[in-house]
């Protein structure tokens, strides 16, 4: 009976680690056509950002014809209208192909049609500008409208360029596979963005008459320092991401007849502005200066290129691994069945029930566990007997500490308080005091310390006996801790001496609570004992403000004045007021 039971487990237990291996086999699948869909989409988002770019790339570089045309004489108008009609044709064309994209694939075409529809109105304004101004006689255009010309064709490039900008970020968000390529990618067109406005700020100059403009030399230095970065970020991203003959080719063009050409070119205009003047065209100098961008947008056609053949790899890769985990989880199904039917009885079971145990005893539960826990092979019977025995330590342990603890606890309850009437002890109204006077430096709130003495106690255990005199204090703890406030720390000081420490919202706050718990002592009645016995108490207040002084003062500013409180007839409360009563100095205790 028992060898058939095993059977049927064991048969069980085969068929469920051949389920568990097909769902971890379709897991495997569902995630690497996961990682084929990921990349899938990553392509078609990246070819969106690529689109972007090209609007933004496209914007800027409408200038260039742009500015030839503001500079224009009349006899090169129609071919520089020509010029700047294609440029046009071809930035609303890109714009156009992102709309079509957009409304095709995009779950969010109506954001992205709004932020296009703004490309669109900053570039209208700016071609609005450049149109105005080339209406006009050549002699007629002033450089501060040519300066506002250029300046808005810089904001409709600023408005794609954050397009572009959003967009690349959201794939590197989402797919941060593709994350460097829309790096690389945005930085090649940053830097055909930059070199433009730097034959934009020449362009300024020229159109300036040739008067010496500082702003604009501070620009083109600056801008020329931004180019520097640029590149260097360039060779270094596609040093790195992008191994490809035609991408090092392109660098090489970059250098040469954009860095080595047209910026020095540029930059002497700019330097010499004033012989420049009248000698060079604006349409001059931006015919020489833009072909030397060239290069710039070829390299960063190459890394566009690059890059959607990097995504379309891993595409494809990810569409192998769906085939390759297909295929090994097969391989190694009848395996793992077999493994699976030996390990579930008796490895894995037992184990689960001893790690239950286990956390049990880490959690503190030591109680025996129910049910049957004698499970799996002699070896695992060997660890439940152990857990048996770190059980019952684990039991001794325990009390041991409890007792530790409750012994810790009671000495020092003991170590703090007075026995005769369970209040703090002076040691530990040290240790509050200290304390309180930190914290009122901290806040900045001012506190009241308060000691008085039991006038004539010691008559009082001469005449009735120390254990009247027990009494006496008893009665004295409890009539004033009854007057006392929440959080109010009360001491025995010492003897017949007690100490009121309380937090003051008011200077006066000391002496009243001294009076009132004055007039309740004088009033308080005393058990068990003769009607003539009366108590009194003298009492000293001391006021800490906050920085003024230690607590080892402020205990023997109040302990004077106690003394005060008896030299002047006992019974009464003494405060900073009075401390011009004291005309001779402290002598020696007075008798209680």
């Excluded at 001059?284 to 959607?308: C, N």
């Excluded at 691994?321 to 097969?330: D, I, N, Q, R, V």
């Amino acid at each position: 009976m028992t060898s058939l039971r095993l059977r049927k487990l064991y048969r069980l237990a085969g068929w469920m680690t051949a389920i568990g291996c097909l769902l971890l086999g379709g897991v495997l699948f569902m995630a690497n056509l996961e990682a084929y869909q990921r990349d899938r989409t990553a392509a078609r988002e990246l070819e969106r950002f690529h689109l972007a770019l090209v609007v933004a790339n496209l914007v800027s570089a409408e200038r260039g014809p742009a500015n030839s045309r503001i500079g224009a004489a009349p006899d090169a108008q129609v071919r520089l209208d020509a010029d700047l009609g294609a440029a046009r044709r071809h930035s609303d064309n890109a714009i156009s192909a992102f709309e079509s994209f957009a409304r095709r694939t995009s779950s969010d075409a109506d954001s992205e049609l709004a932020l296009m529809a703004r490309v669109r109105m900053a570039l209208a304004s700016g071609r609005a500008a450049v149109d105005a101004i080339s209406a006009e006689l050549l002699a007629q255009r002033d450089s501060a409208r040519v300066r506002d010309a250029i300046e808005k064709m810089f904001a409709a490039a600023d408005v794609a360029a954050a397009l572009r900008d959003d967009l690349g970020g959201d794939i590197i968000r989402d797919y941060p596979q593709a994350g460097n390529e829309v790096l690389l990618s945005t930085i090649c067109s940053n830097l055909r963005e930059y070199a433009g406005r730097l034959g934009s700020y020449v362009v300024m100059m020229l159109a300036s008459s040739g008067a010496p403009d500082r702003e604009l030399h501070d620009r083109i230095t600056a801008t020329e320092g931004r180019l520097t970065e640029l590149r260097a970020l360039v060779s270094s991203y596609a040093g790195t991401l992008i191994d490809d003959a035609a991408v090092r080719a392109a660098l090489d063009d970059v250098d040469r007849k954009y860095f080595g050409e047209a910026l020095p070119f540029a930059r002497q205009v700019a330097d010499n502005i004033a012989l420049m003047s009248g000698r060079l065209s604006l349409a001059e100098f931006t015919a020489d200066y833009v072909p030397g961008m060239k290069p710039v947008e070829t390299l960063r056609e190459l890394i566009g290129q690059a890059s959607h053949q990097r995504v379309a790899q891993a595409r494809d890769h990810a569409q192998k691994m769906l085939a390759l985990t297909a295929a090994l989880m097969l391989s190694v199904w009848s395996v793992l069945i077999l493994i699976g039917a030996a390990l579930h009885y008796l490895l894995f079971v037992p184990l689960m029930a001893a790690r239950e145990q286990i956390v049990a005893i880490a959690q503190g539960v030591l109680t025996e566990p129910e049910g049957e826990r004698r499970q799996g092979s002699e070896e695992m019977q060997e660890l439940f007997d152990s857990l048996d025995v770190l059980r019952q330590q684990q039991r001794l342990q325990k009390d041991l500490e409890l007792d530790q603890e409750r012994m810790a606890a009671k000495l020092k309850r003991l170590s703090e308080t007075d026995p005769l009437t369970g209040l703090l002890n002076r040691r530990a109204l040290e240790a509050v005091g200290r304390r309180a006077v930190a914290e009122a430096d901290r806040s900045g709130r001012s506190l009241a310390l308060i000691m008085f003495d039991i006038d004539y106690f010691k008559s009082i255990n001469d005449t009735y006996g120390h254990g009247v005199g027990d009494v006496v204090l008893k009665c004295v703890a409890t009539t004033v801790q009854a007057r006392l406030r929440p959080g109010t720390s009360f001491a025995r000081h010492g003897g017949e001496e007690f100490v009121v420490l309380v937090q003051a919202s008011r200077d006066d706050e000391g002496r009243l609570i001294a009076e009132r718990l004055r007039t309740a002592l004088r009033l308080m009645a005393v058990p068990d004992v003769p009607s003539t016995l009366s108590v009194t108490a003298s009492f000293g207040v001391s006021l800490y403000r906050p920085g003024q002084m230690s607590w080892d003062a402020l205990v023997a500013e109040a302990d004077q004045r106690l003394y005060l409180a008896k030299r002047l007839g006992r019974n009464r409360v003494c405060t900073e007021s009075d401390d011009e009563t004291a005309t001779s100095p402290k002598g020696d205790r007075l008798a209680s």
